[in-house]
């Protein structure tokens, strides 16, 4: 490799921010890294926190751009916000990251490792997880990922709840990224990232980088939130998932010659039961919806659709109650 290319920057590390808490710890673990070959953007959601002064301390360190939107456009659609924050820069990968995480310093250098050794065969490419909570104390090492796997495989696995995975761990090309005209947007995000990474892996699937790590933040701090509006969207979500999903494998398979779309989509539909039962209760306005899927993918009558809903409120209520 000649110097010029060496000093060819192919990698954008773009942060969505709209907490403060902790974006100068990550900031800081983006100064640490051993290979200063990136561009970061901060996307600012119109946040009421400075992030903008914290942006400010880090500018003679790496190459940073600071831009604040008007809109808090998070608050209405956070895929849209991850989109316009991306749709900033032009780099040929992209690595969206999370504005209270952090990365070990070498994490850079093995990205570079792994282009220059595989090219462009995979358009998405992520790293191992390292749980921590708000004190940067470790917590859990995660089980690590397959080196290779295909997109179907990994959402297999994320239905039957064999695979974590966080936002922060993934860079991917900015080839699939227009191509699939942005991130897949389902309401508050959720199964927003999943579904991506599947539609953006194509038929080369998901390579592992190896020899550094990414710290996931679990804490205080983003405690999943509750309350009727925030139930009410996730059930959308999974909805918009699971309808996705089915759509998607009819159009363009698994990807894996011994995972068929019957076993995708009967796992789906265990993976949505099980999912609406952690998300109670259900709404009124969301009630004739889901006791219709249920029906459909239960197989059943409207009685034990309805009858199984009334449980799962039931449940929810006395749970709270006690």
Partial sequence: MTAREQDIKKLVIVIPAYKAKFLRETLESIAWQTDKRFTVYVGDDASPDNIKEICDDFTDRFDLFYKRFDENLGHISLVGHWNRCIELSSEPWT???CDDDV?????VEMFYETIEREGDTYSVLRFNTITINDAGEVRIV???HPFIESGGQ???HRLKYERLSYVSEY????KAFQKNNGMVDFPIGYCSDDASWLAFSGESGILTIQGA?????WGAYNITPSGAKYQSDRIKAIFSFVNWLDEFTEKNGTGNRYLTRDMIKNLSQSWFLRQVKGVAPISVQNFSKTANFIKNITQKNMFYSCFFILRINLLYYLTNKS
């Avoid at 990365?103 to 994490?107: A, F, I, L, T, V």
């Avoid at 860079?171 to 900015?174: E, G, M, P």
């Avoid at 790590?213 to 933040?217: A, G, Q």
């Fill in 213 to 217: 790590y990414v710290f996931w933040r």
């Fill in 171 to 174: 860079i991917f090309s900015r």
């Fill in 142 to 144: 995660n089980p690590p």
């Fill in 154 to 156: 990994f959402i297999y």
């Fill in 103 to 107: 990365m070990e310093s070498g994490c």
């Fill in 95 to 97: 690595w969206l990251f």
